[in-house]
Structure formats: C-alpha cells, structure tokens
C-alpha cells in the first residue's frame, strides 16, 4: 500500500512545479502581447513617416508645378505687352519667393510631423518598458523553498527527522 506522506509529498512538488510553468507561461504570453503592441505601434508609425514624406513630396510638387506656370505666364505677359528688363524680374523674383516660402513652409510641416510621431513612439518605447518592467514572473527560489517545505512536512510525519547513522 501507498504511503500517505509520500504521496502527500509527490502531490506538493506536482502541484509546485505546476503553478512555477503555469506562472512563467503566462509571464511570457505577457511579455509577447506587449512585444506585440509595440511592434503595432512601431509599424503604424513607419506608415505615417511614409505617408508625411509622400503628402510632402506631393505638394512639393505641386507647388514646383504651380511656380514653373506663374514663370510661364510672366513669360508670355512680358512678352505679349513689350514689357522686359526690370519689371519681369521683379514679377520672376516675386513668384521665386513665394515657390521659397511654399517650399520652406512644406518642409517645415514635414519636419513637424515627423518629430511629433517619434515623440509618440518615444512614449510607446516608454510605455512598452514600463509594462515589461510590471511583468511578474514566478521565482525559482520560491519554489524551491516550497519544495523543500513539503518534504520537511513529509520527514516530520514520517519520523524521519534525525538523519540516519
């Protein structure tokens, strides 16, 4: 027949070692979901520097569009009215000014935009940290000293306290 104190003790060690694995399991399916959230984050991030960079680009060009017809239709007016020398260069250098400013405002925005999502993303790194650092993963040494506990109870209940000699 079965020794109670030693399936006692079998049971204990089990059910210890089962709650340690069932501990790190979910410690670990934490630590992937919050991986996980922050590779999310880090993706939508990448897309919106593309995007900013290709809405840039695109009105960029634009404006570039926009400033070669003003240039085209300074062109044809001084032309057309015998006007030249000076006054054309005022207007060519009145519409270059204004292609400068568009262009600066353009990158500046892109600038902005960039910087305010890698501000966002410094906070998702922060966050991310933060939530690693609450994970609680299940001690080893605890274990162990339950372990060690439940055959101190199974010494004690079998008389077996003093070592052999």
């Given at each position: 027949?079965?020794?109670?104190?030693?399936?006692?003790?079998?049971?204990?060690?089990?059910?210890?070692?089962?709650?340690?694995e069932e501990q790190?399991?979910?410690?670990?399916?934490?630590?992937?979901?919050?991986?996980d959230a922050y590779?999310?984050?880090?993706?939508?991030?990448?897309?919106?520097?593309?995007?900013?960079?290709?809405?840039?680009?695109?009105?960029?060009?634009?404006?570039?569009?926009?400033?070669?017809?003003?240039?085209?239709?300074?062109?044809?007016?001084?032309?057309?009215?015998?006007l030249g020398g000076?006054?054309?260069?005022?207007?060519?250098?009145?519409?270059?000014?204004?292609?400068?400013?568009?262009?600066?405002?353009?990158?500046?925005?892109?600038?902005?935009?960039?910087?305010?999502?890698?501000?966002?993303?410094?906070?998702?790194?922060?966050?991310?940290?933060?939530?690693?650092?609450?994970?609680?993963?299940?001690?080893?040494?605890?274990?162990?000293?339950?372990?060690?506990?439940?055959?101190?109870?199974?010494?004690?209940?079998?008389?077996?306290?003093?070592?052999?000699?």
């Amino acid at each position: 027949m079965c020794n109670p104190a030693a399936a006692l003790l079998v049971f204990k060690v089990v059910q210890t070692v089962a709650s340690y694995e069932e501990q790190r399991s979910t410690a670990n399916k934490q630590v992937d979901a919050v991986k996980d959230a922050y590779r999310t984050a880090d993706a939508q991030a990448q897309e919106r520097y593309r995007q900013v960079n290709a809405d840039a680009a695109e009105k960029q060009s634009e404006r570039a569009r926009q400033a070669a017809i003003e240039r085209s239709r300074i062109a044809v007016a001084s032309g057309e009215s015998g006007l030249g020398g000076l006054n054309t260069a005022r207007l060519e250098g009145e519409a270059e000014g204004a292609f400068g400013r568009d262009s600066t405002r353009i990158a500046s925005d892109r600038l902005a935009s960039q910087r305010a999502t890698e501000l966002e993303m410094q906070g998702v790194r922060a966050k991310a940290q933060s939530d690693l650092n609450k994970i609680k993963y299940p001690s080893l040494v605890q274990s162990g000293l339950q372990i060690a506990g439940a055959f101190g109870d199974y010494k004690r209940s079998t008389g077996t306290n003093k070592a052999n000699t």
